[in-house]
């Protein structure tokens, strides 16, 4: 048993370990990393740039510091073969913004948990990391839409789940999610609906990377992974051993949509909004989504907070 655990857990990180040439499928999209590495560029938008507030100091000056979680998480977010720069479709939405504002993309790595405090606190400019707009986080921050939230539930292949859509799908399963993430909250209020009726209780199955996600998932120490479906569909593509089994909106009940995130009542929001507008209109934003193959998931226009989980 150790052994089979042993050579499924290196087998996965190699997985994970992407290389310059490496090319998956998702969403019927060919992606190819290195073709991926060149920059998508756009030009200065005046009408952003007048609507950033006389006398705001950005965190660098001249640069838009952006928070993206660094967890290998594609085609959000995932590392190069240098190990050291950062790629993916959320890296390329902070530079068609900061090149709408005139501004330098200065990227910062954090982990999901840090960067709520980071934002709040002026660490941070902003945070681009698949944060959902929910009714609790626009207490405390600003959001400008840029993307559809769409989860979805994988499993192994082989495994005699073949569909998890409602409430009572997820009875006595065991299923990994992301611990302070609106598609955790969606299972808990899932759980406490099952309960009520007096079904089985699912249990959340927390962990920090996806190599151990997939080995979890893989070992059948887990039934299901949830989480943003654009990434479980690489993981599915690359790895040949997992499988969709559901889709459900991020927002549950509601729709909801990914963010740009901001300090609350710090005036960028509205020139973030403008700059997303901007280069949804020039076609740079469908480049961008095209070539990470979540083109199912763009919107026609940039909100500002907008109904969210909880709402």
Known sequence: MKKTLLALLL??????????????????????????KTPIDTSKNPQ???????????????EFTVAITAQNSPPLAVFADDNKTLLGSE??????????????LNIVPVSWEDWPLG??????????????VTKERKEKFDFATYRK??????VKDGSSIKSINKAADIAGLRIIVGSGTNQEAVLLAW?????????????????????????????????????????????????????????????????????????KGNGLVEPVATALNGVIQSGDYKKVLNRWGESVEALDRSEINPPGLGD
Not at 48 to 58: E, R
Request: no cysteine.
């Open 119 to 132: 934002v709040a606190s002026g660490k941070y400019d902003a945070a681009i990391t698949n944060v959902t």
């Open 191 to 263: 759980d406490k609906e099952n309960r009520a009726k007096g079904l089985k209780p699912f249990t959340p199955v927390y962990l920090k990377d996806s190599a151990a996600e997939n080995l979890s998932l893989l070992s059948g120490r887990a039934d299901a992974w949830l989480g943003p479906n654009v990434m479980g569909a690489w993981r599915a593509s690359q790895n040949h051993q997992t499988r969709l089994v559901g889709n459900i909106d991020g927002g549950w009940p509601q729709v909801a949509q990914i963010a740009v995130t901001l300090k």
């Open 11 to 36: 087998a996965l990180t190699t997985s994970t370990a992407f290389a310059a040439g490496t090319e998956v499928a998702v969403n019927g999209k060919d992606i190819s990393l290195e073709a991926n």
């Open 149 to 154: 939230d769409l989860l979805g539930f994988y």
């Open 91 to 104: 890296v390329d939405i902070a530079r068609l913004v900061a090149d709408s504002l005139g501004l330098k």
């Open 48 to 62: 952003a740039i007048a609507q950033i507030p006389a006398g705001h100091k950005f965190i660098v000056p001249g």
